[in-house]
C-alpha cells in the first residue's frame, strides 16, 4: 500500500505554542520520512527528515519523532510563529528501480499560526 | 540563481488545446520529476526521468507525455486538454538515490476553460 495517512487536515495555534501534525504508513518498504514545507505559491521545501532506525531528530525548532513499531511518525514545531503558517507534507520513500526512490506525499496539513 | 525553473508560471487554455510545460534544473541533479497538485493540496507523482530515461510512469492518460531532451530539462506535453487537468504541476529534481531530498520549481498553474 503506497499510502501516507496525515492528520489534521487543518491547524490552527497561538503564537508560541506547540504544534503537532501525525502521518502514518503501512508499507514496511517506506525507508525514509521527510517532511517538505509549502509557502503559497511557492513549491514544497524539504525541512526536515529520518531514517526509520532512528526515534527522533530535531533541527532547531523542528522536531521528528518516529515509531517504527506503530509505523507512525510526527513533526513537532516548538515555540511557533506567525511565519511557520504554511502547508506541511509528511512523505515517505521507497525504491521504485534502476537506482532511484519514489517519494509519496501525506495530504498536507495547513498550519496556521496566529499572535 | 534559481536552482529549478519552470514556464510558464500560469497557463489558461480552453479544452481541447494542446500545451506544453518547460522545467530546467541548474543543479547537476540527474533525476528529474512531474508532480500534479489538485485543488485540496494533494500532491501525486506522474512520472521520474534518472539520466534522460523514464523511471516513473505512474497511471496518467497518455495525453500527458514527457520528454527529456537533456539530463537538465524536462518538458511535459499535454494534448487535448480536459478541464480535470487544471491544477498546479510542480517539476522537481533530485541527485540519484538522494531518496529524500527534491528540490521543486514553483509550479505551473494550469486552468482549462
Known amino acids: 500500500q503506497q499510502q501516507v495517512k496525515q492528520s489534521p487536515q487543518s491547524l490552527i495555534v497561538q503564537k508560541g505554542g506547540i504544534s503537532i501534525i501525525n502521518c502514518a504508513y503501512e508499507?514496511?518498504?517506506?525507508?525514509?520520512f521527510p517532511w517538505y514545507q509549502q509557502f503559497p505559491g511557492k513549491g514544497p521545501a524539504l525541512l526536515i527528515a529520518i531514517r526509520p532506525d532512528v526515534s527522533e531528530k530535531k533541527e532547531g525548532r523542528f522536531t521528528i519523532s518516529f515509531n517504527k513499531s506503530a509505523k507512525q511518525f510526527s513533526l513537532h514545531i516548538m515555540d511557533s510563529q506567525p511565519g511557520d503558517s504554511a502547508t506541511y507534507f509528511c512523505a515517505a520513500t521507497a525504491y521504485s528501480g534502476a537506482g532511484s526512490y519514489q517519494l509519496t506525499f501525506g495530504k498536507g496539513t495547513k498550519l496556521s499560526v496566529i499572535p | 540563481d534559481t536552482a529549478v525553473s519552470q514556464t510558464p508560471k500560469y497557463l489558461v487554455t480552453q479544452m481541447g488545446n494542446d500545451k506544453s510545460i518547460k522545467c530546467e534544473q541548474n543543479?547537476?541533479?540527474?533525476?528529474m520529476y512531474w508532480y500534479k497538485q489538485d485543488s485540496k493540496k494533494f500532491l501525486k507523482i506522474m512520472f521520474s526521468?534518472?539520466?534522460?530515461?523514464?523511471?516513473i510512469n505512474e497511471t496518467v492518460p497518455n495525453r500527458f507525455s514527457p520528454k527529456s531532451p537533456d539530463k537538465a530539462h524536462l518538458n511535459l506535453h499535454i494534448n487535448s486538454l480536459e478541464l480535470g487537468d487544471s491544477a498546479v504541476y510542480f517539476c522537481?529534481?533530485?541527485?540519484?538515490?538522494?531518496?529524500?531530498?527534491?528540490?521543486f520549481g514553483s509550479g505551473t498553474q494550469l486552468s482549462v476553460l
Open positions: 522537481a529534481s533530485s541527485l540519484q538515490g538522494a531518496r529524500e531530498k527534491l528540490f
Open positions: 543543479l547537476g541533479h540527474d533525476t
Open positions: 526521468y534518472n539520466n534522460k530515461e523514464l523511471i
Open positions: 508499507n514496511t518498504a517506506f525507508d525514509y
